[in-house]
Each structure stands twice: as C-alpha cells, then as structure tokens.
C-alpha cells in the first residue's frame, strides 16, 4: 500500500522542488526590482537633463539680451523649485 503525501520520499521529491521554486521566485523578484530601479534611475537622469537643458536656454536668451536681469532671475527661480 502506497502512502501519498505521507513520509519521506513522496511525490513532491523531499521538498526539492519546493526549493526549487522558492529560489526561482526569488530570482524573478529579483529581476523585476532591478528593472524598477533602473527605470526610476532613467527618468530621474531625463528630468534632470532636461532641467538643465531649460536653464542654459534661458542663461544663452540673458547673454543675448533677449531678457532682462530681473526675468533670468525669476524664471530661474521657477525653474530651481
């Protein structure tokens, strides 16, 4: 008589596979925070790039004179919040 699901050496291997699918679901959370991380790394880098980008376009509209001192300061001051 067969003992199913009782004792050592049943269908489930002596919990090999269980740790073998513990250390997979580790792996895959694993994966999947790195992606996050790197994606919220690639929008801060983009927000930040563009960020600089508009300030050296209004740093180059006060060098030509296209804007007054007072108006770099303050849209600069927009910009830096």
Known sequence: MMKFGYGYGNEFGNGTIWSIAII???????????FVKQSENNYKN??????????????????????????????KKILDE
């Open 24 to 34: 997979a679901l580790i792996l895959i959370a694993l994966v999947v925070y790195a």
């Open 46 to 75: 983009t927000t930040k790039s563009g960020k600089d980008d508009a300030i050296n376009i209004l740093y180059k509209r006060l060098a030509n004179g296209d804007i007054t001192e007072e108006e770099y300061k303050k849209r």
